[in-house]
């Protein structure tokens, strides 16, 4: 089992419509959970960044934490063209300073 | 956000030969940097965590002789890939963390690097 994973895609979602991004992790120990962007050739830029249950929102982006079932998710609300790139989840293990990235899930909205 | 640059943005190098990429700070005095390498449609692949003034720690699968790392200053990283071949053509990112405590990594643009 991969320690992040994520649904590879792609996602395709209409434009103006809620894209919702998931993430399953393995380790219970998984203390901090964070969701880039990365459009084609490019490197990832961070969206936002998580640590406690529950959702935490920043603009038309909300990033939501369940630790029991060991997801995290992003959803991306009024969804435009230029949301559509490939969605890193990362996770960082407690005491460890590195990143476990999933596969990214390629996302595309359609005008 | 921390501001990262790299240097080269691509490089075309021929077989055998070394190239050196650099990271910077432009912002932050970073005293972690990380190496990412990473091939078309997948994901990143951590090859290393470079500590300012100790040396490198590097990921399982990682020759640390082929891929140099050097941390000299709390804005500077190099990563020198040695006796390069095509099957290390990749993209390669920096990224940091801003400072003592934080949890988020921010990368740099990235450098392509073809061998022929």
């Known amino acids: 089992q991969k320690e992040v994973e994520q649904n590879s895609g792609p996602l395709s979602v209409p434009e103006g419509a809620i894209a919702s991004l998931n993430c399953t992790y393995s380790d219970r120990g998984s203390q901090s959970f964070f969701w880039y962007r990365q459009y084609s050739g490019k490197s990832p830029e961070l969206i936002m960044f998580i640590y406690s249950n529950g959702d935490k929102e920043d603009g038309r982006f909300t990033a939501q934490l369940n630790k029991a079932s060991q997801y995290v998710s992003l959803l991306i609300r009024d969804s435009q063209p230029s949301d559509s790139a490939t969605y890193l989840c990362?996770?960082?293990?407690?005491?460890?300073?590195?990143?476990?990235f999933g596969q990214g899930t390629r996302l595309t909205i359609n005008p | 956000g921390a501001v990262v640059s790299q240097h080269p943005s691509w490089v075309i190098c021929k077989s055998g030969t070394s190239v050196k990429i650099e990271c910077r700070s432009l912002?932050?005095?970073?005293?972690?940097m990380f190496w990412y390498r990473q091939f078309p449609k997948q994901s990143l692949m951590l090859m290393a965590t470079?500590?300012?003034?100790?040396?490198?720690?590097?990921e399982q699968g990682v020759e640390k002789d082929k891929f140099l790392i050097n941390h000299a200053s709390l804005t500077l990283s190099t990563l020198t890939v040695t006796s390069a071949h095509p099957e290390d053509s990749s993209f390669y990112i920096c990224?940091?963390?801003?400072?003592?405590?934080?949890?988020?990594?921010?990368f740099g643009p990235g450098t392509r690097l073809t061998v022929t």
């Open positions: 990224s940091l963390l801003p400072g003592q405590g934080a949890q988020e990594q921010y």
């Open positions: 470079s500590n300012e003034g100790s040396k490198a720690t590097y």
């Open positions: 990362a996770v960082k293990i407690q005491g460890a300073q590195k990143l476990v």
């Open positions: 912002d932050f005095q970073a005293t972690t």
